[in-house]
Every structure is written in structure tokens, then in C-alpha cells.
């Protein structure tokens, strides 16, 4: 803040007075933008430019492998990328492990929200034991749910081997593949949702429930009418967040399955990750990303669209 | 029904039992990883694994210390050096994010430019590009101003990935407020400089702190960056432990389980502390009355 | 390692941005950055360079190491030489990067340097040809090709690493249990042939055998094992099937060329062919043999997560009874630590497939890391960095390396009198090493390996056979290989 | 049907907030719990409709004990201070909310939000929510969903507090006809005395936890039970002025002596006698009762104008001669200047007096 005027006044409609550059620049009239100015700035540099350099990338042939001057191709990149079955596998692949993690993530934050709306003795120790996972590096997570999946070592194989006769293989599956993975990105992320919905629970007046305890509500009716709408606009952030996020999801799917078995796990991140750092097509893992970025856009809109077309109706 | 029954919202002890009864069993991974930073190898895999065991504190040491393969003698691991960088820079960048993207929030919410929500969404999409194909550009970029290996490129870095974060939300905290007070006290003559720090930032201090936390949380264990782009004496502790995931051995699970442990406990001091505003900033601005 | 020291790194950055490119000429202070992956054979080499070595030509050298997590090493190195970073003098590499990395122009092409040094000449003679061939050559050419030119270094060949750890897959076993009276006798009951116990067994175990090991020792908990009662279950034997990296690629090369398939061939390329090679009757014969053992093997065989480390892990932990598995992973083996076996552990050479005449084929797909140098380097650094190549390869360094926990490379090294006996598994490292051949080197080759794994996986996960899993491997590297011109 | 409260007792730790209260609201009678804020009205409110639980006592709902069930249990209708409304509902829905509970077809439901709409007025608004009503509109809509089905009992907690003045006394007049076509116990917690005094058939007044004084809206204000409920009844407040009895004659003529040496002669309830000459009394009397002579008399203090306050049809004058205050309502009519010295008459019969326990002290009627 110290590039702002010092002087006594300094309503935002009175005229500035000092003059040159310095009081151009300190203009109220140009206060907006200045205070903008930084922020900008950063991101400019750090994620802005490189994004329209690799946007710029996306148009050519550059492979990071190969000392062959880039040749500007125009869109053959996205052609190739959009009619390659590969990527669309991937894309369901993504699509049912964002979905499923995602609504897991919602339903289980959601129970693990209610545990905790209520006042209890120590409240804030016991809700640290459930906020711990996210805390944790995907790494880590990776690591240590394999090893609770291992068949031999594992602590969840050894209990399901102890209550089942057939040896627990889990990821020797497709679905079971998938379960491991969603199972521990919906358990890592899952505090995540919590917290927004908790703040939405938190927030509900307590005399609204006793109104409807007093009005006879029946516990569903309650939740339908009261709970629901003031945690509704934080549930959409959570499924905004959390599905940009989960989009991206690299690290656990690299860790636990490495995309397997065959390419059933194999989001379209890890097929990313593949495309620009293990087969070396930079332009056309640009022009993949991009389509990625584009879907995510779309999605992003979508659930503004939802949350405008609600605040509209309130008003 | 004579069942004696709650005050609606309050529990007691009893709830307290049931609520720790789930508590546990979703920390019970977490509580694994903390139990196998205290195992050796051979019980961190034993079957059936263990729960009761002899602890050792070997993996605590060797997280600081490893042996010289041709002398045997003990050499420091530069462990510690990481911790400060971990700590240094993720406290750091969040910090500035949020000092940076307050003052943008402020602006966007203030002094609303045109296009006002087009550069709001700019500033999102930002956090939804695919990490890996602003790579190689950063890298060549960080290379050409030798910010590589720095402390301030990784800073920059990830001050750079949080405020999108930072403007979504601390925006949305200004916009709960009430801008009337602020020209009352523009009338009674105060500062620009006083209504900001006076007024505005006095009344989302909870906010803050909630964006400052989560910041923190998604910051702390950035690994790909991190990876890439910190030197031998700015690396952080997320890419120092990727050590104990295999060479000679597999998955070294109690070294892995001790560095993950000790890594845990700064943030989770941060959280457990600032707790009380986590609940209160989130709902700052997103729940309207 | 130095003291850290944050105000340094600060300024550091800038010096060493500025430092780099253009070394100067007459000083004699060399730092030579070298890009390794962070596990003992490589800080071995750090620890013995900073002990013992002295430039010859008066040099002050340090041997600045950048010890990278081994899972994260090929991101590191990549992203440092495709964005042009130059940070490294010297990199450890796998054998499979040279092609993608040679054709990026980073690796340095050594052949003339090799040619007009004597001592270098001599070090790549004494070299054993089969890590010449996987370790140095690219465009790739064979051991046999090699031998064919009669001379070292060959006419028309392009040289670029030197071994930094030689590795080979070899089997680890239970002794214990192996040679248990009471096994042993109870084997050879059922099949009629011996349990093998002694190096000299091992030599004479084929996958016929292999199979029956694997069937003979699964046990349920509660079986006994070598005269104990088994609380948990066990299994014989087990191998790499794993979906990562080239965790089932390394065991199924062996098995296609044993049975006398073949891989694509790219140093008969472009005239090799995918299709019809890959997918040959004799190759989907030996990956339908490589797949039948796998139900002996421990239930995470199941999943296709079975790579080079859980089987060393199930066999540290007592759970299986022989493995194949890198050299490199055999020193936590004997780690009372790490292992549950440290003490009941021997080692002994692969099986292979067994011939007409009796013998044993042993064909291997090599292991281990070359190290190279850098284009970007000055002369008096290249030629300091020779020096350290030089240093490395001399064989009292050579036979230090082996002592503790390396590898050599070096004919004249493994065939010094003590050289058996410094490690369990040298005799049979010595003997494999000979067998060794190499997968693609080509800078597609992680793309044509990863679509190779993927389907592998299928098949080892029990989706799709092993016809089906080679049709799809030759189909798209045939495709693949045809459009980027290696195949006509 | 009827309300009765029983030794009903409630603390919060260490704090009792409502200490051992006996009460009984009978069939279509409202009761007004008056009392400061921190008096334990609301809590008393909670309690019987079970949004609280009695520490100790019982609350029994036509003669049913319901200490044990929860407020679903209890059917009864509450009001609440911020009115409740259901946000996200339309006031029809707020209206119908109550109604689903007792499984009653579409059609009966419609019948009956139709029914309150009319009553209430609030035709013009039923599709609108909440957040679009203006603060009457939305105490309506409270009522409406209280009225809407049939409770045992009616409860209202600040029912008028929000509201702005006019409005107030509309609503007024409006709860208490629908309250007496209703015809059920009715509990209105209140800290305004007017809303007490208009609305209620009783008032509570209440102190501390405790109940002070248990009577018509007439009887507490004309004959005040003690010294807190005449202070807290009755505005501007009541006179109340220490002073020493002198004497007594037994047929409630008693002398007076106060601070500053001045004495009074006036009369008074008969129990006087039974006091000592020499005790300590509180004499209370209305600024209303009050009046201004321009002579000494027997029963008047001397006293100077302090300050004049014009209220429209009457003028509130404080007095002060040295020692005390005293307020004074006249009508407007009466010249007063500030700074003239007046004497201040009580009349007969108006003053109450109230012993060291600042309990009243009467004689039974």
C-alpha cells in the first residue's frame, strides 16, 4: 500500500494535485488498475506467457527431442489429437474417474460435514484428525494406498483375505483399478468438500431449525428446505474446484496404477504427462492441453452459468 | 416418545465418542504412515502387518543422516536445509500471493474496470491449465533470467499459482462488505490508506487467514515445479523425499513415513491454529443472507 | 556434499547462469556438474572421485553431483536438456534415452575423441562388447556387428557412454530352503529331476524346471515349508510383470529371443519389419510360456504391479522363494535391516531355454546405466571430463566400485582372480553379462515401450492373449516405425 | 387447554437464569412476559416449547407433563424474534410449512394458506420470498405460519421488536384479534411494556429469573407489587422518592420526612400502621398523579423546575430542590418555566409505599 497517496483526503473523486509521473500514476482515476498492476504482473510472467508460448508451440510440429527446425502446421495438432482414439479413451477414463471422485468426494464430505456441524467437547482436535489428508502430498498418498492394496503386504488385502477365501487383487482390474484410485483421491479431497460444507452448516441461523422443529419438519423436509439452499452455492464451489483439480489429477493414478492394467486407469493428464515428456511431441501435447484447458473452460461456465442463473432468480 | 432428547446443535460426551469413532477411522491411514515412520522395513511389511510393535527411531535419523557408502561414517542428508526451504518458500509465496492478490480484490471489487469479470476469469484459467505444458517455457524462462534454482524463481512460481485462489476469494470477502462505512469514513477524513487498512482489512481478517491456509495446503506438497525448477540448495522437502521411492530397494515405506510425519507438522500446526477462521472465512461471501 | 548456505544460493544463480557456457581457457579450476541418479553405485562414485582423484593435466576439478530421486530422474534430465538449461557436463543415462537425446544434439559424440586416445581405445577394448554395443553405440549397433568389424573401436560407429553401473538380472534364492533335505527329496519325487541347491544347479535350471519350482513351492498357510508350518502363504518363484517403465519388457525380450523370436531390429533397420517379427509364432509362443508361470507367483502378479522392486521386496520378506531381479537390487538382499533373508540368501544365473543339444540360452535384455557427456562443454572441459572417464574406468577404481556395491564393465576387472568372490552374485553377473542384448535405442522408444507395456499388462491382468497383446505391439509399432521412416 | 409452569428452573452452569417460576396460562388467555433483557423470558418461552430443557420443574401442556418431548412433540406454535422464515421458500410455502406434518391433502392445505393470507393480508405477497418482504410484511407471514394449524399453545417470542413504531401498533391490534378468535394459551415474551399492557390478559413481570408480579395489565400498573415492577411499569417512569414515616394515624393518614427536611401529609393505604414510626419507605407515586400548585400545602414538596420536556398533549417536567428527582406530566396547557419554584401535590390515595424489602405494602382487599 505505500504507493498510495499519503495526503489527508483523497476521495476517489477528488482531483489529485501533485504532478509528473508520480501523481499521473497515483491519478484516483487510475487507482483500480494500479492496485491490479502487481498481480497482473506475476501472473503475466509466470503463467500467462508461457501459456501463450506453448499456445504458439501448439501450431507447430517442435519435437523437444529433436534438433529439426519447427515447421508451422496450423491446426493439424488438434486434427490429429481430436481424431485419435487414444485421447477419447482417455477422456472417458478422466470423465468416470472426475465423476466418481468427485460425487464420492460430495457424498463423504457431506456426511463427515453433518459429524460436524453439531457442537461437541473437543470438536476442534477430532475435526483435525479428518482435515489431515489433505494435508499430505499426493506422493504419499499414492505410496501408502498401493501398499494397502498389495495382495501380500497390504492392510486392506489382509483384512478382506481374512473375511473372503479368494485372494484380494483389486487393481488386477479394470473397475477395481479404478475404485483404488478414486477411492483414495475421494479420501484425500474429501476434507476438502467438508470444510465448504461445514462453513454452509455453520452458517444456517439456529433459530431456522427450531422453527422447523417447532413447525413439525419432518429431518429430510428440514434439510430440503433449510440446510440445502444455504449450502447449495458452496457445493457448487466445491464440485468447481474439485473437478478442475481432479481433472488434472496426475500423481496417485501415476503412483498407484501407473494407468493400468492396459490403458484402463490412464487419465488424461498421465496420457499428457506420456505425450510431451516421454514421447517428446511437445506441439502436439500443447494442442492436447489446450483441448483440456478448453473442456475445463466450458465446465468452469457451466457452473457460473448455474450459480448466476440462481442469484438471478433471488433477486 | 420419552426419550430425553438434545438441544438442537449442541452434543455431549457421547457424541464426542461416536464423532472420534469416525474421526479415527478416516485418520486411519495418516495414522499407518505416522506408525510406520516408527517401524523397520521388515515390520513395515510384516504379515499380518502390525499394529504392535518395538519402535525404532532409525527412520527419524536417517532423515537427517545417512551413512558414506565407502567410509561408513555418518553424513548429513541436508534434510534440515530443506525443511527451512519448504517452509521458507511455501510461507513466503502464499504470503505474497495473498498480499498481491488482496490489493487486486480490493480493486476488482472497488474499482471495477470494464471488463471487470472477463479478467476475473483470466485470472482462473490460469489454475486450470495442465501444469505440465507451461513446463518446458518456464524452464527455458527460468533459465534465460537465471531465476533457476533460485529461492525468488520458485517463489515467484508459486505466488503465481496462488493468486487466482487469492483474487477469487479475498474479492469475494471485499464484496460482503459494506462500502457505505467506507465513505463515511472517507467523510469523516480518512485516508485512503485508512480505509483499507482501517476498515476493510480489519473486518476479512478471518477470510484472510482461510485463504492463507489453503493456500498453504496447496502449496505445501507441489512436487512437479519443485522438482524442475529448485537447485541442490533450494530443493524442498516434497522432492527430497521422492528419494525414498526406489533404487535400491523399492519404496523405503518408514523413511518415507518419517519425512512425511515431520513434514506434516508445521501445516497441521498452522491449520489446528487458525482453525476458527478456516470455518468462518470460507463462508465469508459465498453464503448471501 | 557442501555446506548449504543460503546467501550463496542467492547470488549463486546469477554466476552460475552467466558461468557456464563459455569456460575459460586457461584456468584451471573445473567444475564438472554431473546429473545421477541418488543411489549407492552413484555416490560411490562421488565419494571415491572426491577421495582419490587428481587431475592429470593440473587441474582443480570438483565433481559436482546432482543426486535426482531415481523416480524422478528422467523428468529432471529431460526437462533440463530439452529446454536447452545446460546445466549438466555429464549425465547418467539410461541406455534407451541415447537415441531420443543423441538426436536432440545433447549428448556428446565421443568417436573421434575415442579414436585419437590411446588410453580410451584401450579402455573400450577391454570394455566387455555386449555394454559397448548396449551402452555406446547409436545408431545402435549389435554386439555381433561389432565383432564383426574385428577391431575396437569399430569403423563407422558412433561411441557416446561409458558404464557407469553394468547391470544384469540374475536369480536370487533360498538356500534354506532349496537345499532343505526334506524339499529336496520330495522334488524329485514329483518330477523326477533335482531341486536346484548349488550355483552349478542353477546353471542347469530351465523354465521347464522354473515352472515346476513355482508349482511345487505354493503353499497355503498352514503347509509346512521346509520342516516349518507356515502361518501365511508362500510361492516359489517370481519375475518382473510389472506395467510400469519397462518392468515386464526386460523379462519378455528374454523369453521372445530365447525362443527364437526377435524384438524389431533397429540396427537392421529400415529393412527390419514389426509386423510378422513381433507378433511371430515363436515370439507369442514364448510370452504364452513367460505368462503360464505367472500363477505361481504371488497374487500381486494378478494386478500387473509386480515390477523389479515388490519382487524383491516379497522375496526380502520371506514370501517367495526364488527371483529374478536386477544385480543392482541385490545389496539390500544381504541387509539384515532391509531383509528377512539376508543370511539364507545365494545367487545363481537366470534360467533360459534349453536347446536341442542340451545347452541353456541365457539371452538377456541388458540393465543397468551408461554415463555420458554433454555437447555444450568446452574443450578443456571434455577433455577434464575424460580424464574423470578415465579415472572411472581405471581398474583399481573399477574394483573399489565392485567392493562397494558397483559394478564393472571392465573384461580385465571381472576376470581378476578376486572378483568372484567380492559380491554373492558376481559369479553369475559374469556369466549372464555374456548373454546380454539391448531393446530399442531410437528416440521413439519410449513411445513404442509404453504402448508395449500397456498391452503386456493387458495380458498379464488376464484382458486380452498373448496373440492378441503382440498383433496390437506390431501393428502400431509397424505403423509408427513406417512413419517416421525406419521402416521402408 | 393450558399452560402450566411448575418450580421451572433453568441454569446454565453456575448461571440461573430462570429460578423456580410457577405460572399458569389458561384456555385463550395471553399472557405477556415482561421483564428487561437477561430476565430469562426468552428462556422461560424456550422451555415450554421445548427448544430448552428445564433444569429442574416440570411444564405441563393441558395438564400433559412435556418435559421430556421434543418440540415436534409438544404441537405448539412459536413466533421468533427474526421471525424464522424459511429463506429459501415463497411465503406460501413458509405459510404451508407447518402443515406438512399433519399429512392434510393439497387441497386442504391450500384452503388454509388461503384462509391466514386473508386474514393476515398477504394475498399480494404469497410468491414472493423472504428477502423481498418489508419487516411488517415478514412479522405477518411469522403469525400466519403460527396460526396456521392448531397448536396447543401459542408462543411469541419479541413479536413487535423489529418493527418500526407505526407499524408496531398496527400489528398490535392486528395479533390480538386473531389471538382472541384463537382461543388457546398464548405466551408473548416482550420487553415493551406497551406491547404487554395492549395485547396481554396477564402480564408476568419478570427479574432475575423470577416473577415479580402475576396480574391483569391494569393491576400491575395501578397496583404495582413492589418496587421493580412499579420502577419497570409505566411510562415516563414512576416517582419513587425514600423517605422516613413520621407517623400514622390508622386510618392511612401518615407524615412523612424527607431529605432536606421537607415533610408530607398525605394519605395512604391503611396498612401504614403497621409500620414503626422512624421506618424507611420508598414512596412511589405517577408523574401523572403528580400535582402543581402554586401554594405549600399539607401534602406538597417545594421544588424548582429543572427542565421542561414538551410531549405533544401533555409536558413531562422534571423537578429537582436539591435532594431529588421528581417527573412530573401535566397537560400542555400548564405554563412551566424552568427555574420556577413550584410545589409538587400528592394527591390522596395515590401513593404507594413500599417497605425496606421494597415489597408493597397494602392492605388485602
Request: glycine fraction near 6%; charge should be negative.
Given at each position: 500500500m505505500a504507493v498510495l497517496p499519503t495526503e489527508k483526503h483523497t476521495s476517489p473523486a477528488t482531483p489529485h494535485t501533485r504532478g509528473g509521473f508520480g501523481g499521473w500514476l497515483l491519478d484516483p482515476k487510475r487507482r483500480g488498475a494500479l492496485l491490479v498492476t502487481p498481480a497482473i504482473a506475476i501472473l503475466f510472467v509466470m503463467n500467462i506467457f508461457p501459456l501463450m508460448w506453448s499456445f504458439g508451440l501448439s501450431f507447430f510440429n517442435y519435437k523437444a527431442s529433436s534438433q529439426r527446425v519447427p515447421r508451422f502446421q496450423g491446426l493439424e495438432n488438434y486434427q490429429d489429437v481430436l481424431t485419435d482414439d487414444k485421447v477419447w479413451e482417455r477422456f472417458q477414463t478422466t470423465a468416470i474417474i472426475v465423476g466418481s471422485s468427485v460425487i464420492l468426494q460430495l457424498i463423504v464430505g457431506f456426511l463427515l460435514a453433518l459429524l460436524f456441524a453439531k457442537a461437541f467437547p473437543m470438536r476442534r482436535i477430532v475435526l483435525m484428525l479428518v482435515l489431515t489428508p489433505m494435508m499430505l502430498s499426493f506422493v504419499s498418498v499414492g505410496v501408502f494406498f498401493k501398499l494397502f492394496y498389495e495382495p501380500t503386504f497390504g492392510v486392506v488385502s489382509y483384512v478382506l483375505n481374512k473375511i473372503s477365501s479368494e485372494p484380494f487383487v483389486m487393481l488386477g482390474s479394470p473397475e477395481g483399478a479404478i475404485a483404488?484410485?478414486?477411492?483414495?483421491?475421494?479420501?484425500?479431497?474429501?476434507?476438502?468438500?467438508?470444510?465448504?460444507?461445514?462453513?454452509?452448516?455453520?452458517?444456517?441461523?439456529?433459530?431456522?431449525?427450531?422453527?422447523?422443529?417447532?413447525?413439525?419438519?419432518?429431518?429430510?423436509?428440514?434439510?430440503?428446505?433449510?440446510?440445502?439452499?444455504?449450502?447449495?452455492?458452496?457445493?457448487?464451489?466445491?464440485?468447481?474446484?474439485?473437478?478442475?483439480?481432479?481433472?488434472?489429477?496426475?500423481?496417485?493414478?501415476?503412483?498407484?496404477?501407473?494407468?493400468?492394467?492396459?490403458?484402463?486407469?490412464?487419465?488424461?493428464?498421465?496420457?499428457?504427462?506420456?505425450?510431451?515428456?516421454?514421447?517428446?511431441?511437445?506441439?502436439?501435447?500443447?494442442?492436447?492441453?489446450?483441448?483440456?484447458?478448453?473442456?475445463?473452460?466450458?465446465?468452469?461456465?457451466?457452473?457460473?452459468?448455474?450459480?448466476?442463473?440462481?442469484?438471478?432468480?433471488?433477486? | 416418545m420419552a426419550r430425553k432428547h438434545r438441544e438442537i446443535g449442541k452434543a455431549g460426551w457421547g457424541y464426542t465418542a461416536v464423532a472420534s469413532v469416525i474421526g479415527f477411522i478416516y485418520f486411519f491411514p495418516v495414522f499407518w504412515i505416522i506408525l510406520t515412520a516408527f517401524k523397520t522395513r521388515t515390520d513395515a511389511l510384516a504379515v499380518p502387518p502390525k499394529l504392535i510393535f518395538t519402535p525404532t527411531f532409525d527412520n527419524f535419523v536417517s532423515v537427517f543422516y545417512r551413512a558414506s557408502i565407502t567410509t561408513g561414517t555418518s553424513q548429513a542428508t541436508d534434510m534440515g536445509l530443506y525443511f527451512f526451504n519448504s517452509i521458507f518458500i511455501a510461507f513466503t509465496s502464499v504470503g505474497l500471493a495473498l498480499i498481491v492478490g488482496t490489493l487486486a480484490a480490493y480493486a476488482f471489487s472497488r474499482y471495477p474496470l470494464r471488463g471487470n469479470d472477463t479478467y476475473l476469469f483470466i485470472i482462473l484459467t490460469t489454475r486450470m491449465m495442465p501444469p505440465i505444458v507451461v513446463i518446458i517455457p518456464i524452464f527455458l524462462m527460468f533459465r534465460l533470467s537465471g531465476l533457476a534454482g533460485s529461492y525468488w524463481g520458485i517463489i515467484f512460481l508459486y505466488t503465481a499459482f496462488n493468486i487466482p485462489f487469492s483474487v477469487w476469494l479475498v474479492k469475494s470477502f471485499f464484496d460482503e462488505l459494506n462500502p457505505e462505512i467506507e465513505d463515511a469514513a472517507r467523510m469523516d477524513g480518512a485516508t485512503e490508506r485508512r480505509v483499507f487498512f482501517g476498515f476493510c482489512i480489519p473486518q476479512i481478517l478471518a477470510g484472510l487467514s482461510a485463504t492463507f491456509v489453503f493456500g498453504l495446503i496447496l502449496t505445501w506438497n507441489e512436487f512437479l515445479f519443485a522438482l524442475l525448477l529448485t537447485g541442490v540448495e533450494t530443493r524442498t522437502v516434497p522432492v527430497a523425499m521422492a528419494r525414498t521411492l526406489g533404487g535400491e530397494v523399492g519404496v523405503d515405506y518408514g523413511l518415507l513415513a518419517a519425512i512425511v510425519t515431520l513434514f506434516l507438522i508445521p501445516i497441521f500446526f498452522v491449520t489446528f491454529l487458525l482453525q476458527n477462521q478456516l470455518l468462518r472465512g470460507v463462508t465469508f461471501g459465498t453464503v448471501k443472507k | 556434499m557442501k555446506t548449504p548456505n543460503l546467501k550463496r544460493t542467492l547470488m549463486g544463480a546469477t554466476i552460475l547462469a552467466a558461468g557456464l557456457n563459455a569456460a575459460p581457457s586457461f584456468s584451471a579450476d573445473i567444475t564438472i556438474t554431473m546429473a545421477a541418479p541418488d543411489w549407492p553405485p552413484t555416490r560411490f562414485m562421488k565419494e571415491h572421485f572426491d577421495q582419490t582423484y587428481t587431475s592429470p593435466d593440473g587441474h582443480t576439478t570438483t565433481l559436482d553431483m546432482d543426486f535426482i530421486p531415481w523416480p524422478s530422474f528422467y523428468e529432471r534430465v529431460a526437462a533440463s536438456l530439452t529446454s536447452g538449461e545446460q546445466k549438466y557436463q555429464m549425465i547418467v543415462t539410461d541406455s534407451q534415452w541415447l537415441g531420443a537425446f543423441v538426436e536432440g544434439g545433447y549428448y556428446l559424440n565421443l568417436t573421434d575423441r575415442i579414436n585419437e586416445d590411446p588410453e580410451l581405445t584401450a579402455i573400450m577394448q577391454d570394455l566387455h562388447p555386449a555394454l559397448v554395443s548396449a551402452y555406446s553405440t547409436y545408431p545402435h549397433r549389435t554386439r555381433a556387428q561389432l565383432e564383426e568389424a574385428g577391431v575396437v573401436p569399430a569403423p563407422g560407429v558412433n561411441y557416446y557412454g561409458f558404464p557407469q553401473f553394468p547391470d544384469t538380472y540374475v536369480t536370487f534364492y533360498r538356500e534354506d530352503i532349496f537345499c532343505h533335505e526334506g524339499e529336496m527329496a520330495a522334488f524329485q519325487e514329483k518330477y523326477g529331476t533335482n531341486l536346484p541347491c548349488t550355483y552349478e544347479d542353477w546353471q542347469d535350471t530351465d523354465w521347464e524346471k522354473w515352472g515346476q519350482i513355482g508349482e511345487f513351492f505354493l503353499r497355503e498357510a498352514g503347509d509346512e515349508l521346509a520342516g516349518e508350518t507356515l502361518s501365511e502363504p508362500f510361492y516359489g518363484i517370481a519375475y518382473q510383470a510389472g506395467k510400469g517403465y519397462d518392468f515386464s519388457t526386460m523379462q519378455i525380450n528374454a523369453f521372445i529371443w530365447q525362443n527364437g523370436g526377435d524384438i524389431w531390429d533397429e540396427s537392421k533397420a529400415p529393412e527390419a519389419q514389426a509386423e510378422g517379427v513381433v507378433n511371430s509364432d515363436a515370439a507369442v509362443e514364448a510370452f504364452d510360456q513367460y505368462l503360464s508361470f505367472l500363477q505361481y507367483m504371488p497374487p500381486v502378479a494378478k494386478t500387473g504391479q509386480m515390477d523389479i522392486f515388490v519382487e524383491q521386496d516379497l522375496y526380502m520378506q520371506g514370501k517367495v522363494g526364488a527371483i529374478i531381479d536386477w544385480v543392482g537390487l541385490g545389496e539390500p538382499v544381504l541387509d539384515p535391516n532391509a531383509s528377512t533373508v539376508h543370511d539364507k540368501s545365494a545367487f545363481g544365473p537366470a534360467p533360459g531355454t534349453r536347446k536341442d543339444d542340451g545347452s541353456i540360452d541365457r539371452t538377456g535384455n541388458i540393465g543397468g546405466q551408461p554415463f555420458v557427456l554433454t555437447t555444450w562443454n568446452s574443450d578443456e572441459v571434455v577433455n577434464e571430463a575424460l580424464n574423470v572417464v578415465k579415472w572411472w574406468l581405471h581398474p583399481d577404481t573399477q574394483i573399489e566400485a565392485v567392493k562397494n556395491g558397483g559394478q564393472s564393465g571392465l573384461m580385465s576387472v571381472m576376470a581378476s582372480p578376486e572378483y568372484n568372490d567380492l559380491r554373492p552374485w558376481n559369479r553369475a553377473h559374469v556369466e549372464m553379462i555374456d548373454w546380454q542384448k539391448d531393446v530399442w535405442h531410437i528416440p521413439e522408444f519410449f513411445e513404442m515401450l509404453t504402448q508395449q507395456q500397456e498391452e503386456f499388462d493387458k495380458a498379464i491382468t488376464g484382458q486380452i492373449g498373448a496373440k492378441e497383446a503382440l498383433d496390437a505391439v506390431a501393428e502400431f509399432q509397424q505403423e509408427l516405425l513406417e512413419d517416421i521412416g525406419m521402416i521402408e | 387447554m393450558t399452560i402450566?409452569?411448575?418450580?421451572?428452573?433453568?441454569?446454565?452452569?453456575?448461571?440461573?437464569?430462570?429460578?423456580?417460576?410457577?405460572?399458569?396460562?389458561?384456555?385463550?388467555?395471553?399472557?405477556?412476559?415482561?421483564?428487561?433483557?437477561?430476565?430469562?423470558?426468552?428462556?422461560?418461552?424456550?422451555?415450554?416449547?421445548?427448544?430448552?430443557?428445564?433444569?429442574?420443574?416440570?411444564?405441563?401442556?393441558?395438564?400433559?407433563?412435556?418435559?421430556?418431548?421434543?418440540?415436534?412433540?409438544?404441537?405448539?406454535?412459536?413466533?421468533?424474534?427474526?421471525?424464522?422464515?424459511?429463506?429459501?421458500?415463497?411465503?406460501?410455502?413458509?405459510?404451508?410449512?407447518?402443515?406438512?406434518?399433519?399429512?392434510?391433502?393439497?387441497?386442504?392445505?391450500?384452503?388454509?394458506?388461503?384462509?391466514?393470507?386473508?386474514?393476515?393480508?398477504?394475498?399480494?405477497?404469497?410468491k414472493r420470498t423472504p428477502g423481498q418482504l418489508a419487516e411488517g410484511e415478514k412479522q405477518r407471514v411469522a403469525v400466519g405460519r403460527s396460526i396456521i394449524r392448531d397448536p396447543k399453545c401459542f408462543l411469541?417470542?419479541?413479536?413487535?421488536?423489529?418493527?418500526?413504531?407505526?407499524?408496531?401498533?398496527?400489528?398490535?391490534?392486528?395479533?390480538?384479534?386473531?389471538?382472541?378468535?384463537?382461543?388457546?394459551?398464548?405466551?408473548?415474551?416482550?420487553?415493551?411494556?406497551?406491547?404487554?399492557?395492549?395485547?396481554?390478559?396477564?402480564?408476568?413481570?419478570?427479574?432475575?429469573?423470577?416473577?415479580?408480579?402475576?396480574?391483569?395489565?391494569?393491576?400491575?400498573?395501578?397496583?404495582?407489587?413492589?418496587?421493580?415492577?412499579?420502577?419497570?411499569?409505566?411510562?415516563?417512569?414512576?416517582?419513587?422518592?425514600?423517605?422516613?414515616?413520621?407517623?400514622?394515624?390508622?386510618?392511612?393518614?401518615?407524615?412523612?420526612?424527607?431529605?432536606?427536611?421537607?415533610?408530607?401529609?398525605?394519605?395512604?393505604?391503611?396498612?401504614?400502621?403497621?409500620?414503626?414510626?422512624?421506618?424507611?419507605?420508598?414512596?412511589?407515586?405517577?408523574?401523572?398523579?403528580?400535582?402543581?400548585?402554586?401554594?405549600?400545602?399539607?401534602?406538597?414538596?417545594?421544588?424548582?423546575?429543572?427542565?421542561?420536556e414538551p410531549m405533544g398533549a401533555e409536558t413531562l417536567a422534571h423537578m429537582n430542590d436539591g435532594y431529588r428527582d421528581l417527573r412530573v406530566v401535566t397537560d400542555w396547557r400548564v405554563p412551566l418555566a424552568e427555574g420556577d419554584h413550584v410545589h409538587l401535590r400528592f394527591p390522596p390515595g395515590v401513593t404507594h409505599i413500599f417497605t425496606e424489602d421494597e415489597q408493597v405494602l397494602r392492605s388485602a382487599t
Open positions: 483404488g484410485i478414486v477411492i483414495a483421491d475421494a479420501w484425500m479431497w474429501s476434507p476438502f468438500v467438508m470444510l465448504l460444507v461445514l462453513a454452509g452448516l455453520v452458517s444456517v441461523p439456529k433459530y431456522l431449525y427450531e422453527a422447523a422443529e417447532i413447525d413439525r419438519a419432518s429431518k429430510w423436509r428440514t434439510f430440503r428446505t433449510i440446510t440445502f439452499p444455504y449450502i447449495k452455492s458452496l457445493l457448487l464451489l466445491a464440485v468447481l474446484f474439485r473437478t478442475i483439480e481432479t481433472f488434472k489429477l496426475f500423481d496417485i493414478v501415476y503412483i498407484i496404477t501407473e494407468g493400468g492394467p492396459g490403458s484402463s486407469t490412464e487419465t488424461i493428464a498421465v496420457y499428457l504427462y506420456r505425450t510431451a515428456f516421454q514421447f517428446f511431441k511437445t506441439s502436439q501435447s500443447s494442442a492436447l492441453a489446450y483441448i483440456v484447458l478448453f473442456i475445463v473452460i466450458v465446465l468452469t461456465n457451466l457452473y457460473l452459468y448455474a450459480v448466476n442463473r440462481r442469484a438471478a432468480e433471488v433477486d | - | - | 402450566e409452569l411448575k418450580k421451572l428452573t433453568k441454569r446454565f452452569g453456575t448461571l440461573t437464569a430462570v429460578d423456580a417460576i410457577d405460572l399458569n396460562v389458561g384456555d385463550g388467555e395471553v399472557l405477556c412476559l415482561l421483564g428487561p433483557s437477561g430476565c430469562g423470558k426468552t428462556t422461560t418461552l424456550r422451555m415450554v416449547a421445548g427448544l430448552e430443557f428445564a433444569t429442574e420443574g416440570d411444564v405441563l401442556l393441558a395438564g400433559k407433563r412435556v418435559n421430556d418431548l421434543a418440540p415436534r412433540d409438544r404441537n405448539v406454535a412459536m413466533s421468533f424474534q427474526f421471525y424464522a422464515l424459511y429463506p429459501s421458500l415463497t411465503v406460501a410455502e413458509n405459510l404451508a410449512y407447518p402443515l406438512y406434518a399433519e399429512k392434510l391433502s393439497a387441497a386442504e392445505i391450500s384452503k388454509r394458506v388461503a384462509q391466514v393470507s386473508k386474514t393476515l393480508q398477504l394475498d399480494g405477497i404469497l411469541f417470542d419479541e413479536p413487535l421488536s423489529r418493527l418500526d413504531v407505526q407499524l408496531r401498533e398496527e400489528m398490535r391490534g392486528e395479533i390480538k384479534e386473531v389471538l382472541q378468535d384463537l382461543s388457546r394459551p398464548t405466551v408473548i415474551v416482550t420487553h415493551d411494556q406497551l406491547e404487554a399492557l395492549t395485547m396481554a390478559d396477564r402480564i408476568a413481570v419478570m427479574r432475575d429469573g423470577r416473577i415479580e408480579q402475576v396480574d391483569t395489565p391494569h393491576n400491575v400498573f395501578q397496583r404495582p407489587s413492589n418496587l421493580f415492577v412499579a420502577g419497570f411499569i409505566g411510562t415516563p417512569q414512576m416517582n419513587l422518592v425514600p423517605a422516613t414515616l413520621k407517623g400514622s394515624d390508622g386510618a392511612g393518614i401518615a407524615e412523612f420526612a424527607f431529605d432536606g427536611g421537607q415533610a408530607l401529609k398525605i394519605q395512604v393505604d391503611p396498612a401504614v400502621s403497621q409500620l414503626s414510626p422512624g421506618a424507611k419507605v420508598t414512596l412511589g407515586i405517577r408523574p401523572r398523579n403528580l400535582e402543581i400548585c402554586q401554594d405549600p400545602v399539607e401534602d406538597s414538596l417545594s421544588t424548582k423546575i429543572d427542565m421542561v
